[in-house]
C-alpha cells in the first residue's frame, strides 16, 4: 500500500506510486508536488519536475534553491507540500534534506536526520551527497557574509 511519510507537518516524501494515488493525496491534504524524476507521472495538483535521474553524475545542486523556494511558497500558502521519486529513497530525500537546511536552518547532518527518522530508506545517492554537502557550505559561506554585512552597517 503506497504511503507518504511525514518529514514537516507541511512537508512529505514518497515514491512516485503513492504520489499517483489520488486519494492518497487528497487525504493527505497535498497541495504541491515535486516531481524529482525525467519521466515519472504527475498526480492532478500542481507542481514542480526536476528532470533529473538517480546518477550521482547528475547535477542535483542547480536546482536545490528553486525547489527550496516552491516547497516554502507552497506551506506558507497553508499548503502541504510531497516531494517524490521513483522510489523515494534518493533524489527526494536530498530535495527535503537541501529544504530542511535552507528554509529550516538545519546543518547537514541534522535535516538528513530528519528525513532518515520519517523515511528510514533514505539514502541520496553519493553524488547526491557531495552536492549536499556543496550546498551546506554554500549556505554557511551566505550566511557568513550576511553577519559580516549587517555588523558593517
Known amino acids: 500500500m503506497p504511503q507518504l ?3 514537516t507537518a507541511s512537508l512529505l516524501l514518497g515514491t512516485a ?4 494515488d489520488e486519494e492518497l493525496l487528497a487525504r493527505e ?5 515535486v516531481n524529482v524524476t525525467r519521466q515519472q507521472p504527475f498526480p492532478a495538483l500542481p507542481g514542480l519536475r526536476v528532470p533529473v535521474l538517480d546518477d550521482p553524475a547528475e547535477d542535483l545542486l542547480g536546482h536545490l534553491e528553486r525547489c ?3 516547497i516554502e511558497a507552497a506551506v506558507r500558502a497553508g499548503g502541504r ?8 529513497r534518493s533524489r527526494s530525500a536530498a530535495v527535503c534534506t537541501a529544504y530542511l537546511m535552507r528554509h529550516r536552518q538545519l546543518p547537514l547532518k541534522d535535516a538528513f536526520e530528519a528525513v532518515k527518522t520519517a523515511r528510514p530508506v533514505a539514502q541520496p545517492n553519493a553524488g547526491f551527497w557531495a552536492q549536499l554537502q556543496r550546498y551546506e557550505e554554500e549556505l554557511q559561506s551566505a550566511l557568513l557574509s550576511k553577519e559580516l554585512e549587517n555588523s558593517n552597517v
Open 29 to 33: 491534504g497535498v497541495t504541491f508536488c
Open 68 to 70: 527550496g523556494a516552491a
Open 81 to 88: 507540500c510531497l516531494v517524490y521519486c521513483k522510489n523515494g
Open 17 to 20: 506510486r503513492a504520489a499517483c
Open 5 to 7: 511519510c511525514r518529514v
